[in-house]
């Protein structure tokens, strides 16, 4: 399961028809820390290991006539 440390002092709730300052915050924000932000979410969402996961493969021999 997920084990990093969210600093939970650091957000706040609003509403979402609120302008507040988010845009202003992701546009200052360099796309390497976006990446981050985005993988930190990926990992509470689905866990550590969801990416290691594979589909199983099913394999089925049939005869033609």
Known sequence: ???DKIDKTAFSL?????GGD???HWRL???Q???Q???AMRKILYG???TAARLQRVFE???FK
Do not use: C, F, N, S
């Not at 609003?14 to 609120?18: A, E, M, P, R």
């Open 1 to 3: 399961m997920y084990t």
């Open 14 to 18: 609003g509403h979402l028809h609120d």
């Open 22 to 24: 988010e845009k202003q």
């Open 29 to 31: 924000v360099t796309p």
């Open 33 to 35: 820390e976006r990446i």
């Open 37 to 39: 932000a985005i993988e």
């Open 48 to 50: 550590k290991d969801a």
């Open 61 to 63: 021999v049939t005869k």
